[in-house]
């Protein structure tokens, strides 16, 4: 979140903070690599280099001079340029293909990319006209004419297997004697990711939630309705008797009529909702030993209220952040049902794989977390089928959204979905921000994992911004959306306790946020002035809450300002290497502040007891 002043608040609103989206991989053909990974810390990292054609040929090998190209009768994904594989209309082949070394110890490896396919073939039974796509001696898919589409479509495969080896990324194409058909490719990357699980996650239940939703809106999409499914597993050693869904939004309306309504539930009996009608008690038939797995199903009913908020409607535009209902968490501290808080936020999750499907009107553009698919729905109807793996929660919008898109240099995808209102220049200014600092960010703390990322911007929001995986709400503002995007790191994929230690994503994202803005917080820490003993960097959102004018000077200030005073006592490469290595040992986990600490000590032989007295950080 970034904080914005707001006259209208009692106290000094604040902007709000989560996470972001990735893409839920499609499971690729046997592959039985020739040699095993070997065993290895994980980098993350995107090693497809020039995926989107922007910077001619290289490192690509192609066929033939022109395979790369920007020439008319084609369009780009992203920017310019494409790769155009056959459209002769004659026998013919053409392949494209680029060496790519996959890190060991990557335990997520992902290759993805944007195809379009269009022909002059009438056929509906017959592939005439092929493209493979190839991973070594693998061969991961293959399309032919009778995969036409209207535009691109993201396909995503599993690779992990081919972890520590150099091997090929290769793709074919080949038409018969008549009829063109024209494969055309952009944006490709292959992203990876993860390693040894992240400390201590095994104590953090119910885990690996995997969640299916199915929603359908009225004309105006502020009303939803539909069913959600969760299944999940007890990773804890004692039994799960129980399991709590935190419904966040009702804290938006009263408990007589609640915006978030759970109903009809299977796999267990509801209990009464509790911590002001957030969070539903819902015990399960039988104990779930250690390693065992459960789902649980109900329906669920949605209606968005008035108000341009992380979860509400400003005129036509919809904002639905936090309305899926999510398993709260159970830890070493036992159930974490922790209220609601307006001044930051509470949210607590797991990474999770979701699958959501939207039928909304087709006036409505529906930006979400994940790979989005449009496909039509009954009259006057689109479906979008959104999915993600590994993101801690799932936002859409819903409005006549204006669109405008581009990819960034390392091959992520952004789109930014104005209000009316924003002006086009505004608009294209945020998507070049966006495409830089998603970059910036990687670049510094791993590569960006949630495949496309969608930036919703609206000048009334009274937060600031707002960050969801792979989904962001925000002003017109270079800053915010630096800020914002940096949550895609810290709270996405390097997850905390949002409620107890905020500091861990507020004061992280500040911090990078400045890097970003080749800010270096000279002298910053000067200026600090403690308002009583109890304050401190660490302190929860229960003391926030109670001394909410002076939250975003500690937490984000001082917060920041500390994690530069720490980067002069390491040095600038110590430092760099300590929060990308961190982020690496915690990618999809869960981050303490302690482990922060006992991180940044073996990273220098300076004794660090007394900074953190000095900058009270305790944990």
């Known amino acids: 979140m970034r904080p914005t002043p707001h006259k209208a608040l009692a106290t000094s609103a604040l902007a709000v903070a989560a996470m972001a989206a990735v893409l839920l991989p499609v499971t690729p053909a046997a592959a039985t690599p020739s040699t095993a990974p070997a065993a290895a810390a994980c980098t993350p990292s995107q090693v497809i280099t020039n995926g989107g054609f922007e910077s001619g040929t290289s490192p690509w090998t192609q066929s033939k001079t022109g395979v790369i190209t920007d020439r008319a009768g084609q369009t780009a994904h992203g920017g310019t340029s494409f790769a155009w594989l056959d459209g002769v209309g004659s026998t013919h082949t053409d392949s494209l293909t680029q060496s790519v070394t996959i890190p060991s110890g990557c335990s997520t490896a992902t290759l993805s990319f944007w195809l379009h396919v269009d022909t002059a073939e009438t056929t509906s039974s017959t592939a005439y006209d092929k493209l493979t796509a190839k991973i070594g001696s693998t061969t991961l898919a293959t399309y032919s004419n009778l995969d036409k589409n209207t535009g691109y479509v993201q396909k995503s495969f599993d690779v992990s297997a081919f972890a520590g080896q150099t091997v090929a990324v290769a793709f074919t194409g080949t038409e018969d004697s008549s009829l063109q058909t024209s494969f055309v490719v952009d944006d490709v990357s292959l992203d990876t990711s993860g390693g040894t699980a992240p400390p201590a996650d095994s104590t953090r239940t119910p885990a690996a939630p995997a969640y299916t939703v199915s929603l359908s809106s009225n004309n105006s999409g502020t009303v939803w309705t539909g069913h959600e499914s969760a299944i999940f597993t007890n990773a804890s050693a004692t039994a799960l008797s129980e399991v709590y869904l935190r419904l966040w939004d009702n804290y938006h309306g009263t408990c007589s009529a609640p915006p978030i309504t759970v109903s009809n539930v299977t796999g267990g009996t509801a209990g009464a909702l509790s911590v002001a009608c957030t969070a539903l008690k819902i015990d399960l038939p039988t104990p779930l030993a250690q390693g065992q797995s459960a789902t649980i199903g109900f329906d669920l009913g949605i209606t968005v209220p ?283 986990g869960v981050s303490t502040t302690a482990e922060f600490k006992a991180a940044a000590q073996a990273a220098t032989t300076t004794d660090l007891t007394s900074f953190w007295t000095q900058h009270r950080i305790d944990g």
């Open 306 to 588: 008035s108000g341009a908020d992380r979860f509400g409607h400003d005129g036509a535009f919809n904002f639905i952040g936090n309305a899926l209902p999510v398993l709260a968490v159970k830890d070493g501290a036992g159930w974490h049902l922790d209220p609601y808080t307006n001044n930051g936020e509470s949210f607590y999750s797991l990474a999770a794989d979701f699958k959501v499907t939207l039928d909304h009107p087709t006036t409505l553009l529906v930006p979400a977390t994940g790979s989005s698919v449009d496909t039509p729905g009954s009259s006057g109807r689109t479906i979008t089928t959104a999915t993600a793996s590994k993101v801690r929660d799932f936002a859409w919008a819903a409005g006549p959204f204006s669109k405008i898109s581009g990819t960034s240099p390392a091959g992520t995808s952004v789109n930014v979905y104005s209000v009316s209102g924003i002006s086009s220049s505004d608009a294209q200014s945020m998507l070049s921000t966006a495409k830089s600092v998603v970059d910036t960010h990687a670049s510094r703390f791993g590569a960006y994992p949630y495949g496309e990322l969608d930036t919703v911007i609206d000048n009334n929001f009274w937060f600031g911004g707002m960050e969801y995986p792979g989904f962001v709400l925000d002003l017109v503002s270079t800053t915010a959306l630096t800020h914002e995007i940096g949550h895609q790191w810290w709270y996405g994929i390097v997850g905390d306790d949002e409620y107890n230690s905020p500091w861990l994503d507020e004061a992280f994202t500040d911090y990078a946020t400045d890097l970003a803005q080749s800010k270096t917080g000279t002298n910053c820490w000067n200026s600090v002035s403690w308002a009583s003993s109890a304050e401190k960097i660490t302190n929860s959102m229960a003391y926030w809450d109670a001394h909410s004018s002076r939250y975003s000077t500690v937490v984000y200030g001082y917060g920041k300002c500390a994690l530069h005073d720490l980067r002069r006592v390491l040095g600038d490469s110590a430092m760099t290497q300590l929060l990308k290595s961190y982020a690496a040992a915690h990618w999809y």
